[in-house]
């Protein structure tokens, strides 16, 4: 069972915005922020941005992430065929002590 | 540039224990504020994280399997270690070591992933 909440999919056109979201609550993304990765098919996740919008080296400016609140989203601008994926917030939980992750979102690019 | 590989069986009998290592290479596993992670995907499902280790033995580890996890770490071969006893076909997975910076930031170097499948 996931500790985080995304919606199981999202579809969008390609060179449009958009915008996953992920919901949790004051011990996790409302205190320690949240980390997304995306996963290919076949392939480990990779890291896109994390405390909520740092981006590691060489992650395109076009993935942009912030937090309202414990509510986490990742905003895909410009989408290319090569976003479709799927992608998964996760976040340190407090209370637990623990990793907590979101169930995924597909992200389908038309 | 810091790789992480995985090996272990890929087939476990049912309530046997499944034992994997990942191996670090092109940086130290005893770099202070990085820790080490397990994490695992079912067939067709999301991820799931199992625990994570600092070079120091300190453990964190998820409350749903603590009771059947165990992490090492040997800083001697550049290694970290993943046992979880008892197993169910629940557990066939893709096993996955990861790092992360300090406790809180996201896991940035992931190994390639190990399929485990539990089965008589």
């Known amino acids: 069972q996931a500790g985080l909440t995304q919606p199981p999919s999202v579809s969008k056109g390609l060179r449009q915005t958009a915008t996953l979201t992920c919901t949790g609550n004051?011990?996790?993304?409302?205190?320690?922020?949240a980390a997304w990765l995306q996963q290919h098919q076949g392939h480990p996740p990779k890291l896109l941005s994390y405390?909520?919008?740092n981006r590691p080296s060489g992650i395109s400016e076009r993935f942009s992430a912030s937090r309202s609140g414990n509510t986490a989203s990742l905003t895909i601008t410009g989408l290319q065929p090569e976003d479709e994926a799927d992608y998964y917030c996760?976040?340190?939980?407090?209370?637990?002590?623990?990793?907590?992750f979101g169930g995924g979102t597909k992200l389908t690019v038309l | 540039q810091l790789q992480l590989q995985e090996s272990g069986p890929g087939l476990v009998k049912p309530s046997e224990t499944l034992s994997l290592t990942c191996t670090v290479s092109?940086?130290?596993?005893?770099?202070?504020?990085?820790?080490w992670g397990w994490i695992r995907q079912p067939p067709g499902k999301g991820l799931e994280w199992i625990g994570s280790?600092?070079?120091?033995?300190?453990?964190y580890y998820n409350p749903s399997l603590k009771s059947r996890v165990t992490i090492s770490v040997d800083t001697s071969k550049n290694q970290f270690s993943l046992k979880l006893s008892s197993v169910t076909a629940a557990d066939t997975a893709v096993y996955y070591c990861?790092?992360?910076?300090?406790?809180?930031?996201?896991?940035?170097?992931w190994g390639q992933g190990t399929t485990v499948t539990v089965s008589s």
């Open positions: 990861a790092r992360h910076f300090q406790l809180h930031y996201g896991m940035d170097v």
């Open positions: 092109g940086g130290s596993i005893s770099s202070s504020s990085y820790y």
């Open positions: 280790i600092y070079y120091s033995g300190s453990t």
């Open positions: 004051s011990n996790n993304v409302g205190n320690q922020g």
């Open positions: 405390r909520n919008n």
């Open positions: 996760s976040a340190w939980d407090s209370s637990l002590s623990a990793w907590v």
